[in-house]
């Protein structure tokens, strides 16, 4: 009888400590939970949280500059590169960066310029982003080093088989992997997987799904640049129920701004052989 008095005092006092206790003084579990899973929803549904915010006016139009070959001043002065329109001499793309740098021009991410264009996310005006196309192993040999060293971003829009097969002249698989895990100055988006090529209107819908479905082997890219900026009709609607969230054009020489496609960003070409006073009358 003592026993079963004595537990039935002690039930009776833990009843009474739990009720007269603070709220705040019993841990609440699920509650602490359901905070924590919050928070990572917030996370995951704002990307616009991880980049600078700028409380100033908006930009109206962002430069898009694109690039193909930056090379070394010996290559470029060699009979087989000096006119070429495509490739850029290493001095010459550190003094346009030294430029940009100066006159107060923040490079961006093709994320950023995303996130501007659906309006989640505003940009000064002196914003710019840098482009290359083809994938050539130049970029990462002089151009990266020059961005490093201002501090500066790029985009390199890489051709999937050139670079899976190891192409000479193209960026590398491995040198790819190593570069996207170790370094924060230079992203790697699609150029296309194997369409380096005009693709004619009949069947591109089909010919882009299968590309998209191989490429997504090797890289989860979001952004991509047409070759020669050509694109059509099944092209865009391929790329619109891809992962592929936004498309570069080139050839129009034009800012990008938000009444734009988004699978229709235009570009402006940087044309190796134009006087300096050319470069930065886009500025």
Known sequence: ???????ALVLIMMVMLLTAAPVGLIPDVYAADGAASAAKEVKKEDPAAKYPKYKG?????????????????????????????????????????????????RTICCEELYLWHKGKLKLPKKSVLITFDDGASGVADYALPILKKYKMKGTSF????????????????????????????????SHTYGLHHHVKKSGAYAKVKKDIKKQNKYFDFEYLAYPYGYYNSGMI???????IKMAFTYGHNDYATR?????????????????????????
């Open 1 to 7: 009888m003592k026993k079963k008095r004595s537990f």
């Open 57 to 105: 006016k908006n930009a109206k139009k962002i430069a898009v500059l694109t690039y193909h070959m930056v090379v070394s001043n010996s290559k470029k002065a060699s009979s087989k590169y000096r006119n070429s329109s495509l490739a850029v001499s290493q001095s010459t793309f550190d003094r346009q960066m030294k430029w940009l740098k100066k006159h107060g021009y």
């Open 158 to 189: 890489i051709v999937g088989t050139r670079t899976v097969n190891n192409k000479r002249g193209t960026i590398s698989y491995k040198k790819y992997k190593k570069l996207k895990k170790n370094q924060k100055y230079l992203e790697f988006q």
């Open 237 to 243: 609607k391929a790329y619109k129920e891809s992962n």
């Open 259 to 283: 009444d734009q496609s988004l699978y229709k960003i235009r570009r402006i070409k940087v044309n190796a052989n134009e006087s300096f006073s050319r470069f930065t009358r886009w500025f």
